[in-house]
């Protein structure tokens, strides 16, 4: 720790491109797997959500029909208030 304080100087961001590229170079990449269900498709939300205040980074994402759905919503726009409004444009 003490020589990783002396190279870095400030926290790496867990988001960024590269940090993705080195969870996956060491077998360490976060998947998050959406379910099926129809009118369930709107808890994936707040899942996502969850998940992105607990700070965990979410890699890659798949899903099943409306889990797939909100996968590809999220995997396209990453902002958890966008989805929810493209979610609604498209319940309607």
């Not at 726009?77 to 966008?82: F, P, S």
């Amino acid at each position: 720790n003490e020589l990783y304080s002396k190279v870095c100087l400030s926290e790496p961001n867990i988001h960024t491109d590269f940090s993705r590229l080195a969870r996956w170079l060491t077998g360490k990449s976060v998947g998050l797997v959406l379910g099926g269900g129809g009118a369930r498709g709107s808890a994936h939300v707040g899942m996502i959500k969850a998940i992105q205040e607990s700070g965990i980074p979410i890699d890659m994402v798949g899903g099943v029909s409306i889990g797939a759905f909100m996968g590809a919503l999220w995997a396209q726009e990453r902002n958890v208030t966008t989805v929810t409004q493209k979610a609604r444009e498209w319940s309607k």
